[in-house]
């Protein structure tokens, strides 16, 4: 309900000719004042911040699960890990012979061309013992797991080092080795 209310006041008025006295009365309406349009506008502010918020954390959640989505959608990754060749094994070639010779047996042409196999067996398990023992008793060789094998005085080296002076430190001590005549050297390096 809207307040009205009644003004009057008395304004004297001057001419040239007279001075006199006029009543001037003026309707004034005041509006109704309470505290609701306040608390209402209150109300709507809060309203339109909550909605804010909840729209943020909307988004921010969908940009999650979408991220999410993306890394499921990668292909795994493959591990590979290279190992060194394997030497070939010995090939024992028989041929048939005449009914009046033993067959031929021939281990590998190395042998056949000069030399005994017993004699080259026992140097090279002579070598292959001083190849053992030199990987073993030092101690900068003996901790990085390097094996060897010789056939005919020829050494394959095998293993992991983690640079390229550490597998050029490893084959020179072993071509100190007396009896040592030929390195296959297939130690890899991972760093």
Known sequence: ???????????????????????????VHYPERTGASGALLAAVAVAVVALAAIAILFLMNRQQDMNANVAQQQPPQTTIVQQPAQQPPNVVVQQPAPVTQPPVIVTNPATASGGSTSTSANDDSAVQAAIDKKLSNDSSLSSLGIT???????????????????????ERAIRAIKGVKWIDNQISVQP
């Not at 060897?148 to 490893?170: C, P």
């Open 1 to 27: 309900m809207a307040e009205h209310q009644a003004e009057r006041r008395r304004v004297v008025v001057e001419t040239p000719t007279a001075r006199r006295e006029v009543e001037q009365s003026e309707a």
């Open 148 to 170: 060897a094998m010789i056939m005919d005085g020829k050494t394959t080296l095998m293993g992991t080092v983690h640079s390229e002076a550490e597998k050029a430190r490893v």
